[in-house]
């Protein structure tokens, strides 16, 4: 389980808010990872997914379990693919080298790169692609302007209740704004109340996003070119202390502490690294 550990430390190092859950009981040692990977932090149109990896206890000899949910900004053909690429990452591991890193990027890249891809509206039902988008807080897609429709139609219609309700139960009326797609109550003000208002500027905004998208996905690649250096850096190193450890076993399987200390100053390397990438 060390080398396991190792591993999702490196993973938490390289990415912010990983959840990781250790199962207590001694004989069943094995560890869960959960995250919302995003194809760009901050960007409030970052298509994600959530992936679960439960890593058990003989890993990496035995594959993790991988379940990708809620995926949002992709389109399903999309998403559907990147399951597929994933179950392939896992069940072509034959080396049985540490998989988990890789398997993160590889969401992340695949995200980056097909982000609103073959996505549609969520009222429309036409293609997302073609105009200015608007995300909910609940990360629901839809077009701007479908929106602002949508907002429409609920404003004419508390109007209308307002109008039709006895002078007493006037202020009663329920004026909240609902997600069109799962109903959550919208409470962001700035998207709610101004968002008619704002709509030239929002079309301005997605501009200024789609050009900081492109960027963004040569720097991205950047990111991943060092990842993956760190990445073959470490499956040389664990080919190495392989090695190492066959030999003590067989010697009687005595621990080098010398070793050992290496192993950790690496991971550690490793992280600083990860920190200067930001
Ligand atoms: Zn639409
Ligand atoms: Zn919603």
Known sequence: MESADAEIEALC???????????LEDENKKRCVKHKIKSLEDEMTSASVIIEMTVPEGYPSVSPLVKLSNPRGIGEPEFQKLQR????IVEENSDEMPIICEIFQHCSDYLTENQHVNMDCSICLLCLSTSPIHVTQCDHFMHSTCFCRYLDTCSADFQKEIREAQPHMKERVQTN??????REQLTDDNTIHNYKSN????AKLTKQNQKTLRNKKRRASTTTEDVQRTMKRWHEEQRRLQKIFEKQKKKGGIIDVEEDKKRREFYIETNREGDEAD
């Open 13 to 23: 190092s390289i990415w912010d808010g990983v959840k990781v859950e250790k199962s």
């Open 85 to 88: 690429e994933i179950d392939r």
């Open 177 to 182: 704004i609902l997600c069109p797609v799962c």
């Open 199 to 202: 709509i030239q500027e929002m």
